[in-house]
């Protein structure tokens, strides 16, 4: 019977051959890295303003004491910019934590108990996923107020669907499988058969879209720090929260805007490169063949 | 096919149930009790004691549901506490708005993206083929309101060639039979109103499109991908049928049932991303709407505008679904 380690050898060799995903994990690590190191990192205050930089008017771009610029307020937007993947980097966690642990509880629960179990709880996760993701994100942060947790939480909470379906179909696909076919047949115990046959190779895409929720994640909260629902004091260095209103300065000062976009999507690129890389390792087709 | 429609609209029960359900408790959950959030903080104690009456706030809880369901099957959303005027008013004014946006948009990811993931397929390992996975990569990890930044910065403002917001510039007259400022145009025959509509929709809908183009083009080129490889393909292709009837009969045909269910699914992208697309560029739909009201604690938009997007959210995918078994007759028995 093929022992799981054998799934993990090959899927990280294929890992460590795929162009993507290197260059995935060299963004993700330096995104880790700054968020670690910014104190150590970050020249100046991200919340310490500066007004006598503004006496040009708003605001001066890129110079060599303030590598980003300065924003409207005078704050170092390369300081900002490096806590700000503190923040975004929290929330990636965090938000992810929440859809995958309830998700997964919920699926687990629905796949190996079946019946109606398994239809209520599917019910339930169809009724969520009928609301698109960002609307159902800001029904959730009316109900709970804005700030940094709420929409933390209301992202994760538009995940927990997309988690719970995934083991769910997962771990249907496992218990009709060969392999616990013929251990039931032998009399393995059901708890046994889920912990070592079922649940390591389920796992898998859970790893995957783990991954790419990520990304999403990210992506999410800084569209809801974007809309102004997100930290309500404007000095929090959130890089979504960073572009609120920064359209009015298109003209002037386009560094507002830009900035903090391109540490988004190099962040998200990121996490979305392993995720693709991830999935095509763990490719249950290409088992046994790269 | 009747029986298979009429089982999806039953199917369909008791998700929209489960969903009055959900929002009706989430009216329970908001700041300040149901009748203060659907009234605003300047509700007399007469208007309270009405909204009272009418939602049944002081009976058990079925009878408040069973309510609740009477007064939103009538349309009653009730009234915007920003505006005072009923909410559905507003729904009617804002919808055109989101959906012509949303059209444009599916048409801008569609016309390329089908395309773009075919190209890449046929000419798999090539540099075409790369180049179109780079840029789906880039298109989902770019987020909307960012590209609709950028996009605003260089064709708006930089360049100038295009309007930087609204439907139509203010400086001209249309009028409006349908509500959809790309069709009144074409209707009352209006060509500077037409073209100017056209110019205004063109950076919303790309940026808004860009995620659907990045999902349709990959799908479009694992669709393909895996017919090319068919018994059936090569059966045509020995029979000497000319490459370009292979390619629209057999392999298009086939690849389309995936890419039929991916667009189904992209609209609850493209209604989620109307929000963040339509604040960037002003635009007077459903997002700028919903976004104003959660500014405001306008509790009365919201639940109509969530309620009612999620309704057609849920109508859209069983067209989809009904498309798709009118596509692959075997799903007609599932």
Redesign the interface.
């Known amino acids: 019977m093929e022992a799981p380690s054998g799934l993990w050898r090959e899927a990280w060799q294929r890992l460590r051959r795929n162009p993507g995903a290197i260059l995935g994990f060299g963004l993700v690590l330096t995104f880790v890295v700054v968020a670690i190191f910014a104190p150590l990192i970050a020249p100046f205050d991200p919340r310490a303003q500066d007004l006598s930089l503004l006496r040009g008017g708003c605001c001066p771009g890129p110079s060599t004491e303030h590598f980003f610029g300065v924003d409207g307020l005078g704050r170092d937007q390369f300081s900002r910019i490096v806590y700000g993947a503190r923040y975004s980097l929290l929330i990636g966690v965090v938000a992810v934590a929440v859809g995958l642990s309830f998700g997964l509880v919920l699926g687990a629960i629905a796949g190996y108990l079946g019946g109606i179990v398994d239809s209520v709880v599917m019910r339930l996760m169809d009724i969520m996923l009928s609301i698109p993701g960002l609307l159902l994100a800001i029904g959730i942060v009316a109900a709970l107020g804005t700030g940094l947790t709420q929409i933390m939480i209301a992202v994760g909470a538009t995940q927990i669907p997309i988690f719970a379906r995934l083991l769910r179909g997962s771990i249907l696909a496992q218990r009709e499988n060969d392999f616990v076919l013929a251990a039931r047949s032998i009399g393995v115990p059901r708890r046994k058969i889920l912990a070592s046959h079922i649940l390591p190779n389920a796992i898998s895409p859970v790893i995957v879209q783990g991954t790419l929720a990520l990304a999403t994640a990210i992506i999410d909260v800084a569209g809801l720090g974007f809309l102004g629902l997100g930290p309500q004091d404007p000095s929090t260095p959130e890089w979504g929260t960073m572009l609120t209103g920064t359209t009015r300065y298109l003209q002037t000062a386009p560094h507002l805007a830009i900035i903090p976009g391109v540490a988004i999507v190099l962040s998200v690129l990121g996490f979305n490169l392993i995720g693709d890389g991830l999935r095509e390792a763990l490719d249950p087709k290409l088992r046994g063949r790269g | 096919m009747l029986r298979f429609i009429v089982r999806r609209l039953l199917l369909l029960v008791?998700?929209l149930v489960?969903?009055s359900i959900?929002v009706f408790l989430?009216i329970r959950?908001?700041?300040g009790g149901p009748a203060e959030a659907l009234l605003g903080e300047r509700g007399t104690d007469a208007q309270e004691a009405a909204i009272e009456r009418q939602y049944g706030l002081d009976k058990p809880i079925h009878v408040q549901y069973w309510r609740y369901v009477q007064t939103v099957a009538q349309g009653d959303f009730g009234d915007s506490i920003a505006t005072r005027r009923p909410v559905v008013e507003e729904l009617k004014q804002r919808f055109p708005a989101t959906i012509e946006l949303a059209v444009a948009a599916m048409l801008f990811s569609v016309l390329l993206g089908i395309p773009l993931g075919f190209i890449a397929a046929k000419r798999y390992g090539g540099p075409i083929d790369h180049a179109s996975l780079i840029l789906s990569?880039?298109g989902?990890?770019?987020?909307?309101?960012?590209l609709a930044?950028?996009l605003?910065?260089i064709f708006a403002?930089k360049l100038g060639w295009l309007p930087t917001v609204g439907r139509i510039s203010v400086l001209i007259d249309l009028d409006h039979p349908t509500g959809f400022y790309v069709l009144d145009a074409l209707l009352t025959g209006n060509l500077e109103a037409f073209w100017d509509t056209l110019k205004h929709l063109v950076l919303p809908a790309v940026a808004l499109g860009s995620i659907p183009l990045a999902v349709v083009a990959r799908i479009t080129r694992a669709a393909v991908l895996d017919v090319l490889n068919e018994d059936y393909v090569r059966t045509a292709r020995a029979k000497g049928v000319s490459p370009r009837l292979v390619d629209l009969r057999h392999v298009l045909r086939n690849a389309l049932l995936p890419i039929a269910t991916i667009i189904g699914l992209q609209t609850?992208?493209l209604?989620?991303?109307a929000?963040?697309t339509e604040?960037?560029f002003a635009w007077p739909g459903l997002g700028t709407w919903?976004?104003g009201a959660?500014?405001v604690?306008d509790?009365p938009v919201?639940q109509g505008?969530?309620l009612f997007?999620?309704i057609v959210?849920?109508l859209v995918?069983l067209a989809v679904d009904v498309m798709y078994a009118i596509i692959n007759p075997r799903i007609r028995y599932s």
Do not use: E
């Open positions: 008791p998700i489960g969903l959900l989430w959950l908001l700041p990569l880039l989902i990890s770019i987020p909307i309101f960012f930044i950028i605003k910065y403002v609850g992208l209604l989620s991303g929000v963040l604040t960037v919903l976004v959660i500014r604690r509790f919201l505008g969530i997007v999620s959210f849920v995918n």
